[in-house]
């Protein structure tokens, strides 16, 4: 993700009190009709293909009127996921064939390889294609997967007390260090871990010594331990993104599938109570980070966080009433963004702001991939028996 030029926009979240009692309220005052999340998925994801994808040079398009961003690389890892997403829900093979295709031509796009100067970058790359690999047995996703890993590890150095940095320019903003590096990492290490055990080992180390290494850098540094707030400067709350709670959530998560340790559950917890209470827009309640605005980076960055609440929500140990809350945040984002946020023909567009729908026919990629991740992640809270 490269940096950005940041608006401010009018509106505080107002803080969640007595375990969602505040949301719950609000959500029963403002009923949303019924949607089928399934034909919702199938629509947006398949539209989404048609009208994104570039099938000469087999990559997404920057908007949905054939632009090409050729700094595009991040965005086009998240498509990716949408693609592995729509296609392990529908087993549809036209799926799975751009999931084939989209190796060579991303490939391309970046250069001939999927080497990135920016290390969060990487990354999304490193998470996406492992589980390419993983729905489809596509052997190169599990070489490309381990060569970003490779990459990304050897970013890690002690300097102000250790941290994978933003990228490897040897400048103060290019050694600045933060989430949207490490929380990617760590998600990746726990996960390679659990593929590969101790048979993997990345600069002299296993992936568990990796995953605890980086997991404590972000928690000690960028977490405040009281609230469970994820930020990047603590003084300046403009730097506290959905994208950065969703990588924690996702890191904690997986570091308890790993430990049974109840405190890596219960981080990931206090983080979601956090960012589903202050990371919203304070009229209607729907996830929102302060600085969206038309074909802009930060569009994407809720997409990511509904994937690891949605992981958060799937856990068996959550408890049922937290498990309850987050289900009836998302379902009511998503009855927002469907309702009021879409635009549906000719095809599905989704708005930056998730309650409002797009007025001139456009999307750009960033923006659509979010509101399909959302839809997806419905479709799934729905097959799982979350949802109605």
């Given at each position: 993700m490269k940096k950005i030029l940041l608006i401010s926009i009018s509106g505080m979240a107002l803080m969640l009190s007595s375990c969602g009692k505040i949301e719950d309220e609000y959500i029963e005052r403002n009923p949303i009709y019924p949607v089928n999340w399934e034909a919702a998925a199938d629509s947006s994801s398949s539209q989404f293909v048609n009208a994104y994808w570039n099938s000469t040079r087999n990559h997404f398009n920057n908007d949905n009127f054939g632009a090409i961003g050729q700094y595009d690389y991040w965005p086009e890892a998240h498509g990716l996921d949408v693609l592995t997403d729509a296609y392990q829900r529908t087993k549809n093979d036209s799926y799975k064939q751009k999931i084939y295709s989209f190796y060579e031509g991303v490939k391309a796009k970046n250069g001939g390889r999927f080497y990135n100067n920016y290390y969060d970058d990487m990354g999304w790359h490193g998470m996406a294609h492992l589980r390419a690999f993983e729905a489809t047995g596509d052997a190169r996703y599990e070489q490309s997967a381990k060569q970003l890993w490779e990459w990304i590890v050897a970013g890690w150095n002690e300097d102000d007390g250790g941290g994978i940095p933003w990228n490897h320019e040897n400048t103060p903003e290019g050694k600045s260090k933060g989430v949207p590096s490490n929380g990617p990492a760590a998600i990746i290490a726990?996960?390679?871990?659990?593929?590969?055990?101790?048979?993997?080992?990345?600069?002299?180390?296993?992936?568990?010594?990796?995953?605890?290494?980086?997991?404590?850098?972000?928690?000690?540094?960028?977490?405040?331990?009281?609230?469970?707030?994820?930020?990047?400067?603590?003084?300046?709350?403009?730097?506290?993104?959905?994208?950065?709670?969703?990588?924690?959530?996702?890191?904690?998560?997986?570091?308890?599938?790993?430990?049974?340790?109840?405190?890596?559950?219960?981080?990931?917890?206090?983080?979601?109570?956090?960012?589903?209470?202050?990371?919203?827009?304070?009229?209607?309640?729907?996830?929102?980070?302060?600085?969206?605005?038309?074909?802009?980076?930060?569009?994407?960055?809720?997409?990511?966080?509904?994937?690891?609440?949605?992981?958060?929500?799937?856990?068996?140990?959550?408890?049922?009433?937290?498990?309850?809350?987050?289900?009836?945040?998302?379902?009511?984002?998503?009855?927002?963004?469907?309702?009021?946020?879409?635009?549906?023909?000719?095809?599905?567009?989704?708005?930056?702001?998730?309650?409002?729908?797009?007025?001139?026919?456009?999307?750009?990629?960033?923006?659509?991939?979010?509101?399909?991740?959302?839809?997806?992640?419905?479709?799934?809270?729905?097959?799982?028996?979350?949802?109605?």
């Open positions: 726990a996960r390679r871990w659990q593929k590969y055990g101790e048979s993997e080992i990345v600069n002299g180390h296993n992936n568990l010594y990796w995953l605890s290494k980086i997991y404590n850098w972000i928690k000690e540094n960028r977490v405040v331990q009281q609230s469970g707030r994820v930020f990047e400067k603590i003084d300046d709350k403009n730097g506290d993104w959905t994208y950065n709670a969703g990588t924690y959530i996702g890191a904690a998560l997986e570091y308890y599938k790993i430990t049974g340790e109840k405190v890596y559950l219960n981080d990931a917890m206090k983080t979601a109570d956090w960012a589903t209470s202050t990371l919203v827009n304070s009229t209607n309640r729907v996830l929102s980070d302060w600085a969206e605005q038309q074909d802009h980076d930060v569009n994407l960055f809720k997409g990511i966080f509904v994937r690891y609440l949605t992981q958060l929500i799937l856990n068996k140990d959550v408890p049922d009433v937290t498990k309850k809350r987050y289900v009836n945040f998302l379902k009511h984002s998503a009855e927002i963004l469907w309702t009021k946020g879409t635009v549906k023909t000719p095809v599905v567009l989704y708005g930056y702001h998730w309650w409002e729908a797009p007025s001139n026919g456009k999307a750009a990629l960033r923006t659509q991939l979010s509101g399909a991740m959302l839809m997806e992640a419905l479709a799934l809270l729905k097959k799982e028996g979350y949802v109605n």
